[in-house]
């Protein structure tokens, strides 16, 4: 397996995992902390965070496709993740409904450019004659990681609060921001276009 493809599984796992440790328990989250928050809060948020996904994925692959080189899409990774780690910061500061929803917004734009840009580097990249196992490798270890995240959040949470787990999360997220600099150099403009395989990353 090579440097830009280990790299890249590292960047996706610490930012899926990072996730991980909210997504079992969101809900509970806004439960307790946000006033007014119920189930029916918890579905909005769910439902804009996909709904922006849905509306701005294809836009950013279309503009990707059009600038055809990989140094757009790796800062879209980076930028992308930069602005989730952005949203958990503010789920410290939020206490009503609305404030979720905002942050949904921005949570869901840096995902939908992560999902646009991630997929065409690893291709791009992927080991000939094992594309299979590279995919199943990022495949089980981003399943690992946000199982045993999804665990270790609620132990997190009910011991220490949501602000501590939040800045754990904020620490995965902007390490999966920043791992991919480790291949920068292998990154460079391509007059080609290339396939771009959506990922389904949730809330």
Known sequence: MNKVIKFLIFSDVALVSGFGFVNPIFAIFLTERIRGGNIEVAGYA?????IVISLTVI?????LDK???EKDDFW???VGNILAALAVLGYIFSYLPWHIYCL???YSLGMSMNISAYPAIFTRHIDKGKESFDWSVRAALVGIGAGVAG?????????FGFNV???GIIVFVLISAFLPFFIYKKIWPQDEKTLRIPLGKNL
């Open 76 to 78: 879209f990774i980076v």
């Open 165 to 167: 787990l939040f800045m």
């Open 46 to 50: 769910a439902a804009i965070y996909w």
């Open 151 to 159: 665990a270790l959040g609620g132990i997190v949470a009910n011991r």
């Open 59 to 63: 836009l950013f692959g279309k503009y």
């Open 67 to 69: 600038n055809h080189g």
């Open 104 to 106: 949904q917004i921005i």
